[in-house]
T-cell receptor, first 118, second 112 residues
Framework: AQTVTQSQPEMSVQEAETVTLSCTYDTSESDYYLFWYKQPPSRQMILVIRQEAYKQQNATENRFSVNFQKAAKSFSLKISDSQLGDAAMYFC???????????????FGKGTHLIIQP | NAGVTQTPKFRVLKTGQSMTLLCAQD?????MYWYRQDPGMGLRLIHY???????AKGEVPDGYNVSRLKKQNFLLGLESAAPSQTSVYFC???????????FGPGTRLTVL
């Protein structure tokens, strides 16, 4: 079974600064999908960014980008120009390319609580 | 489009009572999922469905049952609630499976 580890329970950053959230995963599969989800106090799960393992190019979405290191099994999220609205729990998640045996669901890390200081 | 909706948003049960959580999606997605989120934890997969009439177990299925009689609906049942089932429950849907999962707003369930 795959595991996802987020080693930073909490991070704090000044508004307008850049912050990087760490995520590592363990898998024996060669192709898979990785996601970062944001969960603000409203509890809603919101997709931030998605990466397909076969793509070498790092995904970007406006101020959000990832550093995907396949050999190191690392998938970090960089938030540039941090804004107050970025304050939330951030979850890293893994999805197998296969179906069956629960592989269709997402495996989540425990999350990182991001605090934005004005 | 409403996306993914969940009913109810909050519920308090006594130990041994039963209830059903309803998830509905209007995106014509084939795949639907039920997760639970406990404090300090990420979401964990309870059950899922890859199409109408199909269901399968996830990581933490004990104590729950599910049904997918219609493509747009996915029901999660607790036959005899236990305090250990106090949690926030999320429904999600996706199609195709490698794409993002769209989540509902969650249901906070407390079992006394």
């Amino acid at each position: 079974a795959q595991t996802v580890t987020q080693s930073q329970p909490e991070m704090s950053v000044q508004e307008a600064e850049t912050v990087t959230l760490s995520c590592t995963y363990d898998t024996s599969e060669s192709d898979y999908y990785l996601f970062w989800y944001k969960q603000p106090p409203s509890r809603q799960m919101i997709l931030v960014i998605r990466q397909e393992a076969y793509k070498q190019q790092n995904a970007t979405e406006n101020r959000f980008s990832v550093n995907f290191q396949k050999a190191a099994k690392s998938f970090s999220l960089k938030i540039s120009d941090s804004q107050l609205g970025d304050a939330a729990m951030y979850f890293c998640a893994y999805r197998s390319p296969y179906s069956g045996g629960g592989a269709d669901g997402l495996t989540f890390g425990k999350g990182t609580h991001l605090i934005i200081q004005p | 489009n409403a996306g993914v909706t969940q009913t109810p948003k909050f519920r308090v049960l006594k130990t041994g009572q039963s209830m059903t959580l309803l998830c509905a999606q209007d995106m014509n997605h084939e795949y639907m999922y039920w997760y639970r989120q406990d404090p300090g934890m990420g979401l964990r997969l309870i059950h899922y469905s890859v199409g109408e009439g199909t269901t399968a177990k996830g990581e933490v299925p004990d104590g729950y049952n599910v049904s997918r009689l219609k493509k747009q609906n996915f029901l999660l049942g607790l036959e005899s609630a236990a305090p250990s089932q106090t949690s926030v429950y999320f429904c999600a849907s996706s199609y195709p499976p490698g794409k993002e999962q769209f989540f509902g707003p969650g249901t906070r369930l407390t079992v006394l």
